[in-house]
Every structure is written in C-alpha cells, then in structure tokens.
C-alpha cells in the first residue's frame, strides 16, 4: 500500500480509479481488488490534511480559485455567517448543505470524496463478487462473508 501522503493525493485529486488501477500488476483486475487494498487513510487524516494545505481546485473550487473555474466541481465557501458546501454543474447547485464552521464545511467535501472513492472502488467488487446485493454497502461498512 501507498503512503498516507500518496492516498491522500489520490483521493483529492482527478480519479482514484486510474490510480487504484496504476498500482495493479499486469493481468490483475481491479475488479477483484476493493476500496481497503489501496486506502487505509481515515477522514480524519485526509480533513487535516485539507485544513493545512487546501483542496485539489480539480475537484474542489474555494474562494481562492478563479471564479471561472468553480462550475463541475464541488464547491466549499462561506455563506452568510456560516459555511456552505454542494456540488454545482452548469450554474445549478445540487445537494447544498450549510455549516457553522469551515471544518465543518471541510469534514463534508472530505467525506464526499471519501464516499466517491469507495463507491467508484467499490462497484466493480460488488457487481463481480456480491450480485446478490441490492446496493454496494455504505462508505465504511463490511461487505458479507
């Protein structure tokens, strides 16, 4: 497994997926392989992170981004006296929530990330392994024995 530093990266950049997929051996399928064999980082780790040195403005636009820049992504900025995070494509904003603090607002960008990684980590194992599943299980949640 890649360092803490390398997880992080990967999860804050472009694609987990290409880089899940560039640490497979040749002839090994990431569709045998799930979210635990490539990230051991927690959120915790990954919010202090982002609380140090910022977002990947690839994936999360901030206030320090162009503002030409903010469509496609999501987004993570101060609203009224609070902090509000969502996603926004072509100017609509969707799944917009409101926070008190900035780490707030941070913890739930991280844990969307987060949840993207183990989703598009994650389904390939489920359709291959566990087609009787009605839905991947949950960000963090044991798949069945």
Not at 34 to 49: G, L, N, W
Not at 96 to 112: C, F, G, L, P, S
Request: charged residues 30%; negative net charge.
């Amino acid at each position: 497994m890649l360092s803490k530093a390398e997880q992080i990266a990967a999860i804050l950049g472009e694609s987990t997926v290409l880089w899940a997929s560039a640490q497979l051996p040749p002839g090994d399928d990431l569709a045998d392989h799930q979210y635990p064999d490539f990230i051991s980082v927690t959120p915790d780790e990954v919010v202090a992170h982002v609380l140090a040195h910022g977002f990947d403005p690839r994936r999360v636009w901030t206030p320090k981004d162009p503002p030409v820049q903010k469509d496609d992504r999501l987004v993570v900025e101060p609203k009224g006296a609070g902090w509000t995070t969502y996603y926004t494509e072509r100017g609509d904003r969707d799944d917009e929530r409101t926070y008190d603090t900035r780490e707030e607002a941070v913890r739930d960008a991280v844990m969307r990330l987060l949840e993207h990684a183990w989703t598009s980590l994650g389904v390939r194992y489920w359709h291959r392994h566990h087609p009787e599943l009605d839905a991947l299980p949950g960000f963090g949640e044991p798949w069945p024995s």
